[in-house]
C-alpha cells in the first residue's frame, strides 16, 4: 500500500514539473517573440553612420532588431512602390520622396529633412592635383565615374552641376556611370576611373583616395536626406521611434562623425 501510494505521489509530482517547465517554455516563447524587427531602406551613402547607430541603438532598445536595406534611392523607391514591406526610408534626394509621397505612400507628418551633405571630386592619392573643373576634360582624366543620373541621387547633382559649368556634353565620352555612390568610390580606389562624384562622407570612407575638388552648393539643388515612415509600415510606432532617435543629438552625433551634416527639420 505505502509502494503504491509513493508511486502515485510520484506520478503527480512528475507531472507538476512538467508542467512548470512547459510553462516556462511558453513565457520563454512569447519574450523571444516580443522583439520588434524594422527594416529600413536607406541611401547607401549613409552606410556606415547607420552602422554605429544600430550598435547603439541596440543597447537602449534590446527588444528591437534593425534591418538595413542599403542602395541607389532610387532603386529603393522603386521597391517600396512595388510592396517591398519597408517601415522607414531614408532617401539620398528629394525627388524619390517626392513621389512617394504623391502616390500616399508615406505615413502623414512623418517626413522630415534629416540630413544634409557635399558633393566633392575624388581622385586617386597619387594622380596629379585638379586645380579646378576645366581639368577634368585635361588629358590626365580619361574616366569620370558618377552614380546613374535616372535612380541615384549623386548622379543628379553630378549632371546638374556639369550641366552648369558647361562640361556636360564636353565630357561625354568620359563619363563611366555606377549603380550608386559607393560604386563610384571604388571606381576610383581601384584605378578603374581617374575622378569620381561622390558625397563628401564617402570620401571620408574612401581608401587612398583624396578630395581635391568640392562641388559649390549654387550649381545644383540643395542635398537633402528626407526621411519617412511607410504609411503600410509593418512596425510603424517602432520605426517611428527610430526616426526620432535617428534625428535626436545622440543620432546627430554619429551622423557628425561621419561627415554628414543636419537638415532642416520637418515634424516627425
Known sequence: MKKWLLGVLFIFMVGVVAGGCGKQVEQAGQNTGSQKEITVSAAISLKDALAKIKEDYAKEHPEVKITYNLGASGSLQKQIEQGAPVDLFISAGVGQMDQLEEKGLLEPDSRTNL???????????????LKDFNDLAGSGVKRIALGMPDTVPAGQYTRE????????????PRLVMANDVRQVLTYVETGNADAGFVYRSDALMGKNVRVDLTVPDNLHKPIVYPAAVLKNAPQKEAAREFLRYLASPAGMKVFAEFGLKPGQKQGV
Open 115 to 129: 540630413l544634409s551633405n557635399e558633393l566633392v571630386v575624388v581622385v586617386p592619392k597619387n594622380a596629379a592635383p
Open 161 to 172: 552641376s556639369l550641366t552648369n559649368l558647361k562640361l556636360w556634353d564636353k565630357l561625354q
